[in-house]
């Protein structure tokens, strides 16, 4: 009988150790060409179509998004809910500490980070990067915290929207690549491409 067990809990354990170090190439293939062109979109906009306005696009918190959204996009931390989300409370809680107390540095970093982790439990958007996104509005540069609430919107809500734009594109390439897991919410985006579609087609 033990000995069964333990035979059984080997074969389940080499099992588990196959999987888990198992290469897959096309895989890795699409995790990678996502983020590549996901973050490339980010900074080429930045360096070639804001820099006469000095604006930043390209926060350091979207490369620990891309590793959610294009290599584990089963997780329910990488879903778009998540992801817009988790970054835009963090970004906003972020932005309203800072101007609350913008000269006490170890009071309104942890603060940022911890109520912005509260919010996203509360609002069901767990993003683990949101918590990156807070802290630099906090601790970022002088041309960051210049933006106001407008950071908000850009480079956190626009860059997001990016972000997830080529998920939606780069996840679904093939049949073992569903995102997101949720289908309600890609039957919903179809419907919303078609209306738009439909409209620019009248207005034509």
């Given at each position: 009988?033990?000995?069964s067990?333990?035979?059984?809990?080997?074969r389940?354990?080499?099992?588990?150790?196959?999987?888990?170090?198992?290469?897959?190439?096309?895989?890795?293939?699409?995790?990678?060409?996502?983020?590549?062109?996901?973050?490339?979109?980010?900074?080429?906009?930045?360096?070639?179509l804001?820099?006469?306005?000095?604006?930043?696009?390209?926060?350091?918190?979207?490369g620990?998004?891309?590793?959610?959204?294009?290599?584990?996009?089963?997780?329910?931390?990488?879903?778009?809910?998540?992801?817009?989300?988790?970054?835009?409370?963090?970004?906003?809680?972020?932005?309203?500490?800072?101007?609350?107390?913008?000269?006490?540095?170890?009071?309104?970093?942890?603060?940022?980070?911890?109520?912005?982790?509260?919010?996203?439990?509360?609002?069901?958007?767990?993003?683990p990067?949101?918590?990156?996104?807070?802290?630099?509005?906090?601790?970022?540069?002088?041309?960051?915290?210049?933006?106001?609430?407008?950071?908000?919107?850009?480079?956190?809500l626009?860059g997001?929207?990016?972000?997830?734009?080529?998920?939606?594109?780069?996840?679904n390439?093939?049949?073992?690549?569903?995102?997101?897991?949720?289908?309600?919410?890609?039957?919903?985006?179809?419907?919303?491409?078609?209306?738009?579609?439909?409209?620019?087609?009248?207005?034509?």
């Amino acid at each position: 009988m033990i000995k069964s067990k333990i035979k059984r809990g080997l074969r389940v354990s080499r099992y588990v150790i196959y999987k888990e170090t198992l290469v897959d190439y096309k895989e890795h293939f699409w995790s990678f060409t996502g983020a590549f062109i996901g973050i490339g979109l980010i900074a080429f906009f930045q360096s070639y179509l804001l820099t006469q306005f000095e604006n930043i696009f390209l926060i350091g918190s979207f490369g620990a998004s891309s590793v959610l959204i294009y290599g584990a996009i089963q997780s329910p931390l990488a879903q778009p809910r998540n992801l817009i989300g988790g970054h835009v409370i963090s970004a906003f809680i972020g932005v309203s500490i800072y101007r609350l107390l913008p000269d006490i540095i170890w009071i309104t970093a942890p603060m940022a980070v911890s109520v912005s982790i509260v919010m996203m439990q509360i609002t069901k958007t767990l993003h683990p990067p949101g918590g990156a996104t807070a802290l630099i509005a906090v601790v970022g540069s002088e041309k960051i915290k210049a933006l106001g609430f407008l950071y908000v919107i850009s480079p956190v809500l626009t860059g997001s929207l990016i972000l997830l734009m080529i998920a939606l594109v780069f996840n679904n390439m093939t049949p073992h690549r569903k995102y997101p897991t949720n289908q309600y919410f890609t039957r919903l985006l179809i419907k919303s491409l078609k209306k738009t579609h439909k409209r620019i087609k009248q207005a034509v």
